[in-house]
Every structure is written in C-alpha cells, then in structure tokens.
C-alpha cells in the first residue's frame, strides 16, 4: 500500500527566499508524481506533473525532481513570494493518485 | 472551457437524509475521479470512471454510498442516509486519460448534523 510522507508539515519564511518542500513514498512502482497546490476553501491546482521516466520538471519559479528508486520528490521554490502561500501536496500516480498530508507555506512580506 | 463544475458548493443536512452532490467534468476528458477531504484523512480517492465506467470504487467507505456517471457530462455522489461523519469536502476531477494532470472541482463543502 502506497504511502506518502510530506516534510515539513509546515513552513513560514520571509519573502525572497528560495525553500524546497521534501515527499517521500514507499511504493515505486509509479507512473508519474504530481505536485499540487491548495489555497484555502479552494481546490487543487496542479503545478507539475513528472513522468517516471523523468528527472525533473520546471515550470516559471518551480522545479520539481524525482527520484523513483528512492521513492523521493522535491519541489524548489525559487524567490518565494506571499501569493505563493498556500498548501502543496505531492500525489504519486501508480493507478490511482495518493496524496501527503501536504505542506502549508507562508511567505511573510 | 469553465473548468470542472460542482453544485451545491454548500450543503448543510440532518442525519438520515438523502445526499447528492453533482459534477461536470471538462469537455473532453474521458476520466472522472470523486475524492473526499477531511482534517485527519487529508484526500482520499473515493472512486473513478473511464469513459463513464466505474473503474475503481475500493474508496468508497460503505453501501450508504453511490456514484454514477450516466453520460460524459455528468455525474453525482450520492449518500443514503447521511451521517454526521461523512462531513468533509469531496472533490470531483477530471482528465484527459487517468494518468494525465487531473484538474479539481472548486468541491462541496458537506456538513450533516
């Protein structure tokens, strides 16, 4: 059964700053991992989706990796900013998607 | 394209009555998942349809619960009869194949009392 550990569960930091948000997964027989966002009372938005063929995938200030036989994924937040506080989930695709408990970021201006 | 649609957004019950929550996936997508969030389960996948076939329905937590999706346009949650524990919000997603980027409704925040 798939497991999925997200560190840490939660983060506050000043504006400017660069920070990676860790997910770890116990069964690496996957598809693809996707990373999501969730603003508060809102849905999920998708930010990044890594084949498991893939190393990583960047999009704008993100960058996420992943490291299937490790059962590891990083998403890299370059230059944070307040609009990027919010709760990012990671979801190891193996059939069906299984979230983390997510990470709740707050960029303080 | 509007994104995928969910009605009620709110829905406020008492225990033992009958509950049916409602989504519209985008044009196109042939796969719809139903999930449900809660403060100590986080996201959990409750059920999915490919080409409007029940594909996988092992999240579903019991018999009260029921889904369907009759066309490539719509499909309900249902819940008979309520209980106070299945309060959550459940989102419904949709993709283009069920291993595609999924893309979430704004959901149904349920409260039954």
């Known amino acids: 059964k798939q497991e999925v550990t997200q560190i840490p569960a939660a983060l506050s930091v000043p504006e400017g700053e660069n920070l990676v948000l860790n997910c770890s997964f116990t069964?690496?027989?996957?598809?693809?991992l996707q990373w999501f966002r969730q603003d508060p009372g809102k849905g999920l938005t998708s930010l990044l989706l890594i084949q498991s063929s893939q190393r990583e995938q960047t999009s704008g200030r993100l960058n996420a990796s992943l490291d299937k036989s490790s059962g590891r994924s990083t998403l890299y937040i370059a230059a944070s900013q307040p609009g990027d506080s919010a709760t990012y989930l990671c979801?190891?695709?193996?059939?069906?998607?299984?979230f983390g408990q997510g990470t709740e970021l707050s960029v303080k201006p | 394209d509007a994104g995928v649609i969910q009605s009620p957004r709110h829905e406020v019950t008492e225990m033992g009555q009958e509950v049916t929550l409602r989504c519209k996936p985008i044009?196109?997508?042939?796969?719809l998942f139903w999930y449900r969030q809660t403060m100590m389960r986080g996201l959990e996948l409750l059920i999915y349809?490919?080409?409007?076939?029940?594909?996988?329905d092992s999240g579903m937590p019991e018999d009260r619960f029921s889904a369907k999706m009759p066309n490539a346009s719509f499909s309900t949650l249902k819940i008979q009869p309520s209980e106070p524990r299945d309060s959550a919000v459940y989102f419904c997603?949709?993709?283009?194949?069920?291993?595609?980027?999924?893309?979430f409704g704004p959901g149904t925040r349920l409260t039954v009392l």
């Open positions: 069964d690496s027989a996957i598809y693809n």
């Open positions: 979801a190891p695709e193996g059939g069906k998607l299984i």
């Open positions: 349809f490919n080409n409007n076939v029940p594909i996988d």
């Open positions: 044009s196109g997508h042939n796969s």
């Open positions: 997603a949709s993709t283009l194949g069920p291993t595609d980027t999924q893309y």
